[in-house]
């Protein structure tokens, strides 16, 4: 230790020795600035910078070497070897040249270990090869040992100087530089301590050797070649800088105008940041560079995000509060800087949204309760758990029973508003957790969770009859609609859930069948019924197919002549195995599904065609369903049946029965006039059994009342009745209507409906309904009796 700093403060000429620091400082600023041009250069130019950079550090260490060794003053003639001074030049350059080539581009810590290891290899030498070629007058021998403990401290060294400079931490990467340099100090002074001279004026220089006065240009001219590559060095690294400045400045004016959050990032640090960002992370632009970007997506890891392919991940704000954003990552080059820019998209309002539409998809619109989508999932989820009786559920099904008239006549706004008052009231009687859901139409449905079982559900259900029982206030009118209830109850009455909603329809439909405004549990023969009845509807089918029916005749006589004025058209099914069924057992069923529509129409034509074999003075009467009635192309029907049948249109009478004018009363003038005009006549059926009401006899055109044959039963003993038949047998006088009593069977009654001047009579006592052919002889009969 002691030598060495003998060496360095006497043997060496101070002056000197700062020439070298300060050339060697020169040439590492020149031989990096020109490395990193050559990192920001392409192709060929790229090829050339960085030669220019390997071959300016391997003079800058040349240079440095050898004005430290003109630094030398051995204190006697001295001189160099030219070859092996020009060698030990290629030497160095050499070693970077390999040691840079082998680091390049690569990060593994081992390879540039082996880099730095050879660029040191080749810097000793340079120390080595060139100071074997200093000469002196006399004798030059070496401290070995010194020599190889210089060699193997300063090798790793130079390797973990290479090391460090490929590292991602730049602190460590700053030292890499000193430590190269601290290792070609150590083989500098070590170099020049380990060399002994001895003078002897009997060892000459040799004649080749160059005077230290004769090399020192050449040093000279070597340092200012590397003085003008710090320069032009110093001209590209500004260059490059305002180059930066400029694109980041444009970039930022970009981002300002784009409605995303935009990051550009150093590694994961953020240097720009635009409004949006700042908004959607409620940070400033100071808080937002230089924070790193795990700050803002804790969650993300910026290395597993491909490039152009979006992410969804969670901002965390200035808040703590976590934003959903959808996060895009893209590589870019700044001033030949390679940055990042991720790019935030805010997805709180597409979310919103989706939750928007995904409550509207399951909810009703009108009263915002669970629709039936909604319902159906709730139920699969609950049939799915269910598991014993012990936490079983019902379900409700529910029919309001007179919502299509209020709807019809108080208008759709009415209607749902009513609807949304039940819903009200339908919420109020169940618990909480119970399910309340609007399927469609006037339909409901009622999920009951608790597990009460069978009691619960008929208490609820008897209650739920009960609230829609009382008035509901429209418009400052009370209206009454009622509802009918059918429960199924989970597990006793099925656990599939298409098993209880068929089961709860079944009681539904019970319930409705049953007087309606009531409620019916399931029961299995319920679901016997149920198939019976589709089998009578197949049957039905098919019987229309194979003609087994066949319409009957009643007569209709004038009550004081006793002469046949008209008859009644009444259908049979004349089944292969049940016989002789009547229309009381399969026309409800065929105004359910339809089948009355090409049935009513066979009876039509039929009736017609037989009509047209009578005494032209005999009217026949056909009965209409109200639901032939509801269709608008029934008077053209009509029409076309007489057109085809060529009976006279008078000849025909048509039988409406009361509850038809109930649903809308426009619609039934309507179409009342409209078979008026067709040129038939138009009977009131049954009249006194339902909603009689006298204005309706007043404003439709009815040329007939048949009173019903209840009020004919307890004739002519029951003085109420005979009071009522005889009250609606003067009205339809004074409206100019035919009277007809119907069911008379006695002739004691058919006495005294006579007595009272009703027009016709019809009923057992003249004669049952008769098949055709029956029908036909018994006119030839009562002509023969007459
Ligand atoms: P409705 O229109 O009131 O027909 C009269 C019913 O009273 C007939 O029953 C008839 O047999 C019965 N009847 C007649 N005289 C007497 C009597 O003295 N005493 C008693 N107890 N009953 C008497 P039917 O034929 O069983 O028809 C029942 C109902 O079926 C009819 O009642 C009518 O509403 C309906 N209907 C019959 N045929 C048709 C049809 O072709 N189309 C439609 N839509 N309905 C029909
Ligand atoms: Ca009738
Ligand atoms: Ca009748």
Redesign the pocket.
């Known amino acids: 230790m002691q030598a060495l700093l003998t060496c360095v403060t006497q043997r060496h000429d101070q002056q000197l020795l700062l020439a070298a620091a300060l050339v060697c400082a020169v040439g590492v600023y020149a031989s990096s600035a020109i490395a990193s041009h050559a990192a920001r250069s392409e192709g060929i130019a790229r090829r050339q910078w960085g030669l220019a950079s390997i071959i300016a550090s391997g003079c800058t260490a040349w240079a440095t070497h050898m004005i430290a060794l003109l630094a030398f003053q051995p204190g006697m003639a001295s001189g160099f070897e030219p070859i092996l001074t020009a060698i030990s030049l290629l030497l160095v350059i050499a070693s970077i040249g390999v040691g840079v080539g082998l680091s390049l581009g690569r990060r593994g810590r081992l390879r540039r270990f082996a880099a730095g290891v050879i660029i040191g290899a080749g810097i000793a030498a340079l120390h080595y090869v060139g100071q074997a070629s200093y000469r002196v007058t006399g004798h030059v021998s070496w401290d070995m040992s010194l020599v190889t403990t210089s060699v193997l401290i300063s090798l790793p060294m130079s390797g973990l100087a290479l090391v460090l400079s490929g590292e991602r931490n730049r602190a460590l990467r700053r030292a890499a530089v000193p430590l190269l340099l601290g290792s070609i100090v150590i083989l500098h002074l070590a170099g020049m301590t380990a060399v002994r001279l001895v003078y002897d004026p009997l060892v000459p220089l040799p004649a080749s050797v160059i005077a230290p006065a004769s090399i020192a240009p050449i040093i000279a001219a070597v340092s200012l070649g590397l003085l003008l590559l710090a320069f032009i060095g110093l001209r590209m690294t500004l260059n490059a800088r305002a180059q930066l400045r400029r694109d980041q400045g444009r970039l930022r004016e970009l981002a300002s105008l784009a409605l995303e959050g935009l990051a550009v990032c150093d590694g994961d640090v953020i240097n720009t940041a635009n409004r949006s960002l700042e908004q959607l992370a409620g940070m400033t632009q100071a808080e937002l560079i230089g924070a790193s970007l795990i700050r803002l997506l804790p969650g993300l890891v910026l290395a597993d995000l491909p490039e152009q392919e979006e992410r969804d991940a969670e901002l965390i704000d200035a808040r703590g509060q976590g934003v959903p954003v959808r996060v895009l990552r893209k590589a870019i080059t700044l001033g030949h800087k390679h940055q990042t820019v991720i790019a935030f998209r805010d997805q709180r309002e597409r979310l919103r949204s989706e939750a928007r539409l995904r409550k509207l998809a399951f909810t009703d619109g009108i009263t915002g309760l669970p629709n039936r989508a909604r319902f159906g999932d709730l139920l699969a989820h609950h049939a799915a758990a269910l598991r014993e009786q012990a936490n079983g559920f019902a379900v409700l099904m529910l029919d309001l029973d007179r919502f299509k008239f209020v709807n019809d006549t108080l208008g759709h706004g009415m209607g749902d508003e009513l609807l949304r008052k039940v819903a009200a009231r339908l919420s109020s009687v169940v618990a909480q957790e119970d399910v309340v859901a609007r399927l469609g139409g006037d339909e409901f449905a009622i999920l009951l969770l608790d597990a009460g079982g069978e009691a619960r559900a008929r208490d609820v259900a008897a209650r739920i009859v009960e609230a829609i029982d009382r008035a509901f206030l429209l418009d400052g009118q009370l209206v009454h609609v009622g509802v009918s209830v059918g429960v199924a109850v989970a597990f006793q009455d099925g656990r599939r859930p298409d098993e209880l909603l068929r089961n709860a329809d079944l009681a539904l439909y019970k319930a409705k069948a049953e007087g309606k405004a009531t409620f019916r549990m399931f029961e299995p023969a319920l679901a016997e019924r149920m198939r019976a009845r589709s089998q009578l509807e197949a049957d039905m089918r098919r019987a229309l197919d194979a003609g087994e029916f066949e319409?009957?005749y009643?007569p209709l006589v004038e009550s004081q002549t006793g002469a046949v004025t008209a008859a009644?058209?009444?259908?049979r099914w004349r089944h292969p195995e049940q016989g002789l069924i009547?229309?009381?057992d399969f026309?409800p069923l065929a105004e359910e599904t339809g089948l009355?529509m090409p049935l009513?129409a066979w009876?039509l034509r039929t009736a017609c065609r037989h009509a047209t074999a009578w005494s032209s003075t005999i009217k026949v009467a056909?009965?209409?369903?109200p639901v032939?009635f509801r269709d608008d192309r029934l008077p053209d029907m009509v029409a076309s049946i007489l057109e085809a049948t060529g009976l006279a249109p008078d000849r025909l009478e048509l039988?409406i029965?009361e509850g038809v004018m109930l649903d809308d009363e426009a619609r039934t003038l309507a179409m009342l006039t409209r078979l008026k005009d067709v040129g038939v006549g138009l009977a009131m059926?049954?009249f006194g059994t339902g909603y009689s009401s006298l204005s309706y006899l007043r404003r439709f055109p009815f040329s007939k009342i048949k009173i019903d044959?209840s009020f004919i039963r307890l004739l002519p003993e029951d003085p109420e009745s005979a009071a009522i038949v005889r009250a609606i047998i003067t009205m339809g006088a004074c409206l100019g209507m035919t009277t007809t009593v119907?069911?008379?069977?006695t002739a004691e009654q058919y006495a005294f409906v006579a007595a009272e001047h009703c027009g016709q009579v019809?009923?057992?006592?003249v004669s049952?309904?008769l098949p055709y052919a029956d029908f036909v002889d018994f006119l030839t009969d009562t002509k023969l009796a007459a």
Do not use: C, F, K
Request: aromatic fraction near 2%; proline fraction near 6%.
């Open positions: 319409v009957h009643q009644e058209a009444l259908v009547a229309p009381a026309i009355i009513g009876v056909v009965n209409l369903s032939q039988e029965t059926d049954d044959r119907e069911g008379v069977e019809q009923g057992y006592h049952r309904p």
